[in-house]
């Protein structure tokens, strides 16, 4: 009960897991591993189908967990949970590791951009990439 609670999961614990939306079975997962005490936590795509309340509420937990010294290795194409997360990240383009570094300097990185937003992006200003 403590786990679920962790989690956010307010549901009888008796209910079935098909009963709950994607927000609802992505906090089920989370509870399940931390159930174990893990000291190393792979969260795979853990945002992947949420919209942008539940990445927060999603977010929130996570932070919750690192913060309790759990070490996350976290698996994301939700850049607004990677810039928040990471304290060092790692980018991959079609397998290859393109990059390396904290998420500012990952962010700056012109294969990054090139990567991510087409070629020639990286050319833009600033300005530009956001108003997109």
Known sequence: EAVA???GI???LESPAADLNVAGRKRLELARALATQPKILLLDEVMAGLN???VEEILKIIRNIRD???TIFLIEHVMQAVMSLSEFTYVLNNGQ???SG???QVAADPQVIEAYLG???SHLKK???TDA
């Open 52 to 54: 942008p309340v539940e």
């Open 127 to 129: 300005d530009q990439k």
């Open 68 to 70: 309790s010294g759990v």
């Open 102 to 104: 904290t998420p500012q």
């Open 5 to 7: 609670a962790r989690v």
């Open 97 to 99: 590791l393109i990059a």
């Open 119 to 121: 070629q020639g992006a």
């Open 10 to 12: 307010r549901m009888p």
